[in-house]
């Protein structure tokens, strides 16, 4: 995938030879080092690949959903993703997500940010559920 993605910026790269040409490059260039250094600071997925990248989000999800506000806790901590509709708290799907999958290490899952507006009594459900089912023998 990394040979790919370095042959095709060559592949754009050796097409540029006037001036305004590589001004842009270097400007473009700026913005994504300012985006990777902003990342850097976005606690647990600094240095990830977020979940709305890797599941594909459409733009209007992706912008509505809490997960992508720019939280510092993984997707599957907040209440209120896309996911986790209707109640904005079922975790459940959250055990075959493949970002869960990737970057969960298997731990049990706990809505430590509540987007919705509701009580802490959902959330606490919710993790009492997760609890029960680790406790089963399931993830």
């Not at 842009?24 to 990248?53: N, Q």
């Not at 996911?83 to 459940?92: A, R, V």
């Not at 999958?101 to 959330?123: F, H, M, N, Q």
């Amino acid at each position: 995938m990394a040979d790919r993605k370095i042959e095709q910026i060559r592949e754009i790269v050796s097409g540029i030879a006037e001036p305004d040409e590589i001004a842009e490059v270097d400007r473009v260039v700026g913005e994504a080092k300012g985006r990777i250094l902003m990342e850097s600071k976005r606690g647990f997925w600094a240095g990830k690949t977020p979940c709305w990248e890797m599941v594909r989000c459409p733009e209007a999800i992706k912008n509505d959903c809490p997960a992508s506000k720019g939280h510092s806790v993984a997707c599957w901590e907040i209440a209120g993703t896309y996911c986790k509709l209707p109640s904005g708290h079922d975790t459940s799907i959250c055990e075959v997500c493949r970002v869960y999958k990737r970057w969960g290490d298997g731990e049990v899952i706990a809505i430590k940010l509540d987007t919705t507006g509701t009580t802490g009594s959902a959330a606490a459900e919710t993790r009492t559920k997760a609890a029960s089912a680790k406790a089963k023998g399931g993830k």
